[in-house]
């Protein structure tokens, strides 16, 4: 890819080694209808705070060695828009999402290698469950993720891809019917909302109490209800994972740290 246009203004994107685009500050400045060259860089340095690492860096010019060029990776344009107040910025902001996101950057095809955690999970899941056989199991994960093959899966998507296998474990590895299985699921998904709700409730709150207030009951009574369908050998357990469960963190470091404690 060579340019990309927005609104007729013209990019000429930096592509790293490892194949993602950079936009420069003034491209980025001037897509968002500032007249001076600088404003992104202004933006940026008054929130510096904001940006992740891998969201903008310094870089030598292509074309002028001499010369130092600040770019921005696809996310850090994405939240430059937030701060800009330009007319134009939220429709920038789109066209990033939906043009740059989705179309320029392709889904990244997976390593073999890193396929084989996920497909351990599966192969997991078809010995535990007997309603699922393995064409089964890989179709959950391809609804789940919107992919024809798990090697469309994302990287940074294969710990939750793997969580979301370990989950349907708990759930399918029973010789129940169907119908109760289903209950059972129902049950599950309903006492980690109500491990989520004990632990954030607060701050729903403090952002509307009205809200809040309207929901609190059905995520505390429904809780109460839903312990009743689990199995009382697996409650303790359950309830640990549930209130120690690092709900902040990002997928990747949330997949690490479960792991390093499993």
Not at 215 to 228: M, P, R
């Amino acid at each position: 890819m060579n340019s990309l246009t927005f609104n007729a203004i013209e990019f000429h994107p930096i592509k790293s080694l490892d194949q993602e685009i950079w936009i420069t500050s003034t491209e980025l400045s001037k897509a968002l209808g500032y007249s001076r060259a600088d404003a992104v860089t202004k933006i940026y340095d008054r929130n510096i705070d904001e940006f992740a690492h891998d969201m903008t860096k310094i870089i030598d010019s292509p074309q002028n060695p001499n010369l130092v060029l600040r770019v921005f990776s696809l996310r850090g344009c994405h939240l430059i828009t937030f701060f800009a107040r330009t007319p134009v910025a939220k429709e920038f902001r789109k066209w990033v999402l939906d043009i740059l996101d989705r179309e320029v950057q392709p889904k990244a095809k997976n390593h073999k290698t890193e396929r084989v955690v996920l497909n351990d999970a599966l192969n997991m899941l078809v010995a535990k469950s007997q309603h699922l056989n393995f064409s089964d199991a890989y179709k959950l994960v391809h609804q789940r993720f919107n992919v024809n093959g798990i090697d469309e899966i994302s990287l940074d998507q294969i710990p939750v891809a793997v969580e979301y296998v370990h989950h349907l474990i708990a759930l399918f590895s029973s010789d129940k019917q169907p119908s109760t299985m289903n209950v059972r699921a129902m049950a599950m998904h309903l006492v980690w909302l109500s491990g989520w709700w004990r632990q954030f409730g607060t701050a729903v709150r403090g952002i509307n109490p009205h809200m809040s207030s309207a929901i609190h009951d059905h995520f505390n009574d429904g809780g109460f209800v839903a312990w009743t369908f689990i199995e009382k050998e697996k409650q303790a357990e359950l309830r640990k994972r549930i209130e120690t469960y690092p709900w902040h963190l990002a997928a990747m470091d949330r997949y690490h740290l479960l792991n390093n404690h499993s």
